[in-house]
């Protein structure tokens, strides 16, 4: 296998972005912004020339929407990603507007959740969320970029569904086990079975499945959940995965910095493992 490691970076407005990926002895990194108001030129220009003179390899622009966002199976289904119709048209603007930005930075993807996906495909609702993923996927393809999804609210079925029924050719899949795992989507080896097709790298992450059927499994330190790292490695070698692996630890401060560290390890191991 032919994989970098790599962190989230998050957008500011000044300051070194990519310092911390150096300080991992890392060269790859996804860049995830919240805040349009910060989508501007000037600062698609400090992150090219920053990441040129870092030599940080930023691999896709992760774009958040405006609005409400509850992550959990309560309030989620009505305020995540482009399924809420209330929020829809305002998020397909951001989007494209994020379409903007990375192409300015010189970025190749846009990514980011789509919401709790309707399963049943005779759904209304299904048909409205096509057609607003197709108008972003139209436009990011307009300006040579691609659109990928992160796994998470919806069955790997339900993804590889819509894809093929938005039937764009710039489609793909930051694919992310352990949001398979802790929504209780599906099982992370079963998932690469239905999607190989389609995924472009990995969110390093794990985490345990729901057992409160209100709330989201807990994440947790990669090898510590139920994904199975060492399984899971062997089944992307076995169908010739080479994207990367981007860790993402959902805590912060020290504590934080001494997992990915130690996820660094973990997967390089993995990695030199694996033929």
Known sequence: MKNEIGVIVGLRAEGDLFGEVKRFDLRACQLVGWKPELWTGETADRVRLQAGASGVRVIGF???WPGPAVWNFVEGPTTLGLVPAAYRAQRVAALE?????ARRAALPAVI???GFVPENPSDPLFAE???AVRKVAQ????LGLEFWFETGQETPTTLLRLIQAVGTANLGINLDPANLVMYGKGNPMDALSVLC????NIHAKDGLYPTDPMRLGREVKVGGGAVRYPEFVRCLGEIGFEGEFIIEREISGD???RDIADTVAYLKRLLAETP
């Open 139 to 142: 436009h990011l393809d307009g």
């Open 97 to 101: 507007r994020a379409g903007a930005f």
């Open 197 to 200: 097709d389609y995924v472009r």
């Open 129 to 131: 969320v096509v057609a």
């Open 112 to 114: 980011t959740h789509l």
């Open 255 to 257: 504590q934080q910095r």
């Open 62 to 64: 992760w774009a958040g």
